[in-house]
């Protein structure tokens, strides 16, 4: 079978980097019109909620700690490890939540789930306004935790259901950048807060800023209700026409069997040829149909061959309202298997992915402690050069200084996103990268402390301690690299949507999981400003998690290797089958008289 010429992005490997750099920031060079099509409207509808909901989230995140160096720690009487227990009850929430958030996209449609939890963790956000000991916070903090736990795992399952690997590092990382973005404005919005509404109506301004974090959160819940497009194969997105949900489907299948992901001609046409002509005797036959998905009464998925492989489905027509009907159901009749059935799990915990994944994302997770855990803000509230009366720093400068932070992680997560896509086999190079920074940043600290840099309280040791905080932040760059290696990985290896979505919310529980203690154990708030016992923390589990990447690479490239073994086999059957066609239709075939075709 004759095939046809190459089109859509490039292959991993086959073209070079100018070719892929062209590639990345212009598509609209390599793809159909349709695909382009699709891809401005899924980029718009689904970044445009999913970074909005992101950076609220970590907003509302960053607002605890911005609160609590704004008077929240006074005004509440906390003390020892409040704050930790407190974040500590946030995590249980979270990790308690992670994988039924996600199996629940395959029963409630995202474009109401998702929504539907922000409307929720706002109202948490406002009630914390009018919190009057730290144990109203560690409540309300634990259920907001069950609320959130849906926004970061979900989305990493919704961007792998819509984008290729060429396609899915940038789109990540623009949404890891997103929640970034929320920290780092977090501690201006409570800066200028501070100043102008503080003692407004009676409340202080940290109160203000939970009333103000919750209020800006429902416009766009509001927005995801009307607009969000859920998954290719359930969406009813009014936007989307029939022929783009059909390409959103078939790229996804494309991705899964490992070849290129745009399908169709350059004309615009769909996923299919037009050519229906019938093979003439000695000529390459005619590709059969491939089969699509349509679903009974009773939710059961049946394979045909489809009417839009041949030509193009007019909008009105009845198989495009057959098509909207079966859009209406969930993901979860889509699936082979149902995810509580012994054959899942036993699926789940033979495969390489789920445990390789889920311990990678648990070390890389605990690699963030330095900014997850606020320890510049802590550092800088309890700086050595402090007195009982003369704190070093103001309530200004301890909200603004440490905003470098995620300001780095934006640059550092945009930066390796954009190279692993132009090499998506390589999303393992962050890893090491990690391994690095995560050694020399707690070992410089540590060599402030004992007065490598002068004395401790000094200018030059503040420096570098301060800067070392900063360069900590580049190790963000591990959310979006591996979670979109994960997705992946999984995807080329065929397994399905309810697989993916239960290893990507297992790497978040798994990480979040052992953060609930490991913030205490290492980074309790009393153990400022040098933290020593976490920065130790910090280098093995850096250590560990450069020996975990090269492990995970060494898996995944012997299945890299075992599939690109069976395509070889495959393509060889195909051709001795091609082969075997064409002499059954040579001129020495008979036909149903016992004449040769060729006779006169």
């Keep these: 079978m004759a095939k046809p010429p190459p089109t859509g992005h490039p292959t991993p490997g086959s073209t070079g980097f100018t070719t892929r750099l062209r590639s990345y920031f212009r598509p609209g060079t390599t793809s159909n019109p349709l695909e382009r099509r699709l891809l401005l409207k899924i980029d718009f509808f689904i970044l445009t909620f999913c970074c909005l909901s992101y950076f609220l989230n970590y907003l509302d995140r960053t607002a605890l700690s911005n609160a609590y160096v704004s008077g929240m720690k006074e005004s509440l009487s906390f003390r020892g490890n409040q704050l930790n227990q407190i974040n500590t009850c946030f995590t249980i929430g979270y990790v308690l939540g992670q994988i039924p958030s996600n199996l629940s996209l395959h029963y409630i449609p995202p474009r109401i789930f998702f929504p539907g939890m922000m409307v929720l963790w706002a109202g948490l956000t406002m009630v914390t306004a009018a919190a009057r000991h730290p144990g109203d916070i560690m409540a309300i903090r634990f259920f907001q935790g069950i609320a959130e736990s849906t926004t970061f795992v979900g989305t990493h399952y919704i961007l792998g259901s819509w984008y290729t690997e060429q396609e899915l590092g940038k789109r990540s990382g623009v949404f890891t950048a997103s929640g970034l973005a929320g920290t780092m404005i977090g501690g201006f919005v409570q800066s200028g807060i501070h100043g102008s509404m503080d003692g407004l109506r009676g409340l202080s301004g940290w109160r203000w800023l939970f009333i103000i974090d919750g209020i800006i959160t429902l416009p766009v819940a509001i927005y995801g209700f009307c607009l969000f497009p859920d998954t290719p194969k359930t969406t009813r997105a009014p936007y989307l026409s029939v022929e783009e949900r059909e390409l959103a489907i078939r790229r996804m299948e494309k991705k899964k069997q490992g070849e290129p992901a745009e399908v169709g001609r350059s004309s615009g ?224 290896d065929g397994k399905e949507a309810v697989f993916r979505g239960v290893v990507l919310a297992g790497m978040n529980m798994g990480n979040n999981a052992v953060n609930a203690w490991w913030s205490i154990v290492f980074y309790g708030a009393d153990m400022a400003p040098w933290f020593e016992r976490g920065m130790w923390a910090m280098i093995g589990t850096s250590v560990a998690l450069a020996v975990w990447t090269a492990f995970l690479s060494y898996m995944e490239r012997r299945s890299r290797r075992r599939r690109r073994e069976e395509r070889e086999v495959r393509e060889r059957e195909e051709a001795r089958g091609v082969q075997g066609g064409i002499a059954a239709d040579g001129p020495l075939a008979r036909d149903e008289k016992g004449k040769g075709v060729g006779d006169v």
Aim: proline share 9%; charged share 10%; with cysteine.
């Design 269 to 492: 046409d769909t996923l299919v040829e037009a050519e229906t002509s019938v093979s003439k005797p000695g000529t390459q036959p005619r590709p059969e149909p491939k089969p699509s998905p349509s679903i009974d009464h009773q939710g059961h998925l049946h394979q045909h061959p489809s009417p839009s492989s041949f030509s193009s489905t007019p909008s009105n027509s009845p198989e495009a309202t057959a098509t909207a009907h079966a859009a209406a159901k969930t993901e979860s009749s889509l699936t082979k298997t149902h995810p509580f059935s012994l054959p899942f799990l036993r699926s789940l915990f033979t495969s390489y992915h789920c445990p390789s994944f889920i311990f990678l994302w648990i070390l890389a997770g605990e690699t963030e402690s330095f900014s997850s855990n606020a320890l510049l803000s802590l550092y800088l509230k309890s700086h050595p050069s402090n007195t009982p009366t003369t704190p070093k720093y103001t309530i200004s400068q301890l909200n603004t200084y440490p905003t470098g932070v995620p300001a780095v992680g934006i640059l550092s997560t945009l930066f390796f996103a954009f190279i692993t896509d132009l090499y998506p086999h390589h999303r393992s190079m962050v890893g090491y990268f990690i391994g690095i920074i995560g050694v020399l940043t707690p070992s410089l600290i540590l060599a402030a402390e004992h007065g490598h840099f002068g004395d401790p309280a000094g200018s030059k040791a503040t420096a570098v301690v301060m800067g070392m905080y900063y360069l900590s932040g580049s190790i963000y760059a591990c959310q979006a690299t591996f979670f979109a290696w994960a997705n992946d990985a999984m995807t080329r």
